[in-house]
């Protein structure tokens, strides 16, 4: 079998026509009189249940409404910037990729793949926080130059950094240890950079094992998806694309400017993107897949991953309140920061059943369950609609039920970050392990459990047409918790991602070409 990250994308991350645009102004703009029609129902006096469930309900209503318009007024402007050639005198490129105890067989191919891209004069250095001797003899058996530093900190933030003091190309790739570049990788995105003010050019993170693959690795891909589609292409629109750590092309001086890469984080690219943007650098995406990387292959592997980000970016937040930077970027990136309290909101909802069912109160006073799915319904199926729409079919109900069966990360990550718990940079493995993995969702599974359980004595007490709507509600969120925790409780599929051998990679040219 050949490497999937050697096979030709079938993903175009590209804008859509011009009446795939209309569409999603059309529903933006009825989705907007679908919220103000339900708030302004919901946010009536006499609506008030019990206070403090009332309260909870609106809180997380308007949270979510909040991501909603955000999301909104972030597809609303898209940019496609395209490929762009540098035409300017021959340049020197120093390609960076980064390793810590990745499999020599991952590595390979990245390091293959980086010595052979076109548009200028390229210099690969694997940086090799592991120390391992085979990777040395791998690095320069295909030319590359082995950088091992004496002391390992600052993670992944601090193996660039120590990299940077000893090169010194005008322009730096970084890729993860993973992600193998075209050929046209340079000539798709040096040429942006002719602007003095574009500190980098970020291009997408393609999971070429997801095709096929289903589970986790494709319900994480269609996450990623719709962010490297509509909403990259949307914040470029804003000027306000980061960094997302792998991929991107720096300008050198840029970096320099800030210092590098912050160390104390665990999103380094995110803080990155922030300081460079209050220096007034600006920053590029180019919506095409110039390299292919491995995504999370089971649960347990899409937890580690999701928990970073989580942390990272919500320990960002007051980096990003005290950045002196224009509104709308500020206002990005807080949007992009907040998603990650969004597993709060899905406590309160499951709550509000459970809470119904065994004490009677509830945060709507005297309002039947058709009165509520009347208002609530066109705005909430609304809201789902235009993201799948944005999204071009790659949001699929496997990625909306992962994110749901997950927001147990979400409420850690956020209590970690508000205690100013530092975490540990870890890697997310680039292997899946092929048992089931029902440690990984405990927590989606113990809320599935205890809404069954409050819903079967619910039934038993009466089956009043209010109990039958709650436990309807709590039926709908197992339904979704399970859904989501079911590839972890499945195992992964053995047929496990296959690894090119350098010879199978000498002969695929279809991929680099």
């Known amino acids: 079998m050949i490497d999937p990250r050697l096979e030709t994308p079938r993903w175009d991350p590209s804008a859509p026509d011009a009446r795939h645009r209309r569409r999603v102004r059309l529903l933006t703009t009825v989705g907007l009189v679908g919220a103000l029609v339900y708030f302004g129902w919901l946010l009536q006096p006499g609506r008030i249940g019990n206070p403090w469930l009332y ?6 209503e308007l949270f979510n409404a909040v991501q909603a318009v955000g999301f909104w007024w972030t597809c609303a402007r898209e940019r496609d910037r395209g490929p ?22 991952v590595v390979e191919p990245t ?3 980086a010595t052979r891209m076109r548009g200028a004069h390229v210099n690969v250095y694997l940086l090799d926080d592991g120390e391992d001797d085979e990777m040395r003899a791998m690095a320069l058996r295909h030319g590359a130059r082995y950088v091992r530093r004496p002391q390992h900190t600052g993670a992944k ?13 005008p322009f730096v790739v970084v890729l993860d240890s993973d992600h193998v570049p075209r050929r046209d990788f340079l000539e798709a995105t040096l040429g942006h950079l002719a602007n003095l003010n ?7 993170q393609y999971y070429a094992n997801a095709r096929g693959a289903g589970g986790v690795t494709a319900a994480a891909w269609a996450q990623q998806a719709l962010f490297f589609g509509a909403i990259a292409r949307g914040k470029d629109g804003r000027g306000a694309m980061f960094c997302c750590g792998t991929n ?12 590098g890469f912050p160390e104390g984080s665990l999103t380094e690219d995110f ?3 922030i300081r460079l943007h209050e220096r007034g650098w600006r920053t590029a995406y180019v919506a095409r897949v110039l390299a292919c990387g491995l995504g999370p292959e089971d649960m347990a592997s899409y937890v580690s991953q999701q928990h970073r980000w989580a942390r990272g970016c919500l320990s960002a937040i007051g980096a990003v309140v005290r950045a002196r930077l224009p509104w709308r970027l500020r206002v990005q990136y807080l949007l992009s920061s907040m998603y990650f309290l969004s597993g709060w909101t899905l406590v309160a909802y499951m709550a509000f059943p459970i809470v119904r069912i065994l004490t009677g109160l509830q945060p709507l006073a005297a309002t039947g369950a058709d009165q509520f799915l009347v208002h609530f319904a066109p705005y909430f199926g609304l809201a789902l609609l235009t993201v799948a729409v944005a999204g071009a079919g790659s949001y699929t109900w496997a990625a909306f039920a992962l994110q749901s069966a997950s927001f147990w990360i979400h409420v850690h990550a956020s209590l970690l970050a508000l205690l100013r718990r530092r975490g540990r940079f870890v890697v997310t493995p680039k292997r899946g392990a092929d048992s089931r993995q029902p440690r990984s969702v405990l927590p989606a ?5 205890a809404l069954a359980g409050v819903g079967v004595y619910g039934l038993v007490q009466t089956r009043s047409p209010a109990m039958l709507n709650n436990v309807a509600f709590a039926a709908l969120h197992v339904t979704v918790q399970l859904s989501g925790a079911w590839p972890a409780l499945r195992g992964r599929p053995r047929a496990a991602t296959a690894l090119a051998k350098p010879e199978v990679i000498e002969a695929e040219q279809a991929w680099a070409a």
């Not at 309260?55 to 997380?60: H, K, N, P, Y």
């Not at 933030?157 to 190309?169: D, F, I, K, P």
């Not at 599974?445 to 459990?449: E, K, P, V, Y």
Request: proline share 7%; charged share 15%; glycine share 10%.
């Open 55 to 60: 309260g909870m309900l609106v809180a997380a």
């Open 84 to 105: 762009r050639t540098w035409t300017g005198p021959p340049v020197e490129v120093d390609v960076l990729v980064p390793v810590y105890g990745e499999p020599v067989e």
């Open 111 to 113: 390091i293959i793949g």
């Open 157 to 169: 933030a601090g193996n660039v950094n120590y990299a940077l003091a000893r090169t010194s190309a």
């Open 198 to 204: 574009v500190a980098l050019v970020q291009t997408p």
């Open 248 to 259: 991107v092309v720096f300008r050198r001086r840029a970096l320099e400017d800030v210092g």
């Open 271 to 273: 803080e990155l993107s």
């Open 445 to 449: 599974l113990g809320a599935a459990t």
